[in-house]
């Protein structure tokens, strides 16, 4: 059996972001409401995408909740 395992990767893009309460835990920097795009791709290719809501933080950009 062969893996395609390498062939297929993910890309996180933000479509969308406004202003939200909250900080970020990691760096205390502002949150906000971001409107994300997963995209999975195979050779290159989307074949899947998936949209969903997460509270991120503007300055590193980590995640702090999810609405998936
Ligand atoms: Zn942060």
């Known amino acids: 059996m062969v893996c395609f395992c390498f062939l297929v990767d993910q890309t996180r ?3 969308r ?3 939200a309460a ?4 990691r760096c205390g920097a ?3 409401v971001a409107d ?3 995209a999975t791709r195979f050779c ?3 074949f899947y995408w998936k949209s969903w809501r997460a509270i991120m933080c503007t300055f590193c950009g980590a995640v702090i909740r999810s609405y998936h």
Do not use: E, I
């Not at 909250?22 to 835990?25: E, L, V, W």
């Open 44 to 46: 290159y290719v989307p």
């Open 17 to 19: 972001r406004k202003p």
């Open 13 to 15: 893009q933000v479509q």
């Open 30 to 32: 502002g949150a906000c």
């Open 22 to 25: 909250g900080t970020c835990s």
């Open 36 to 38: 994300m795009k997963t």
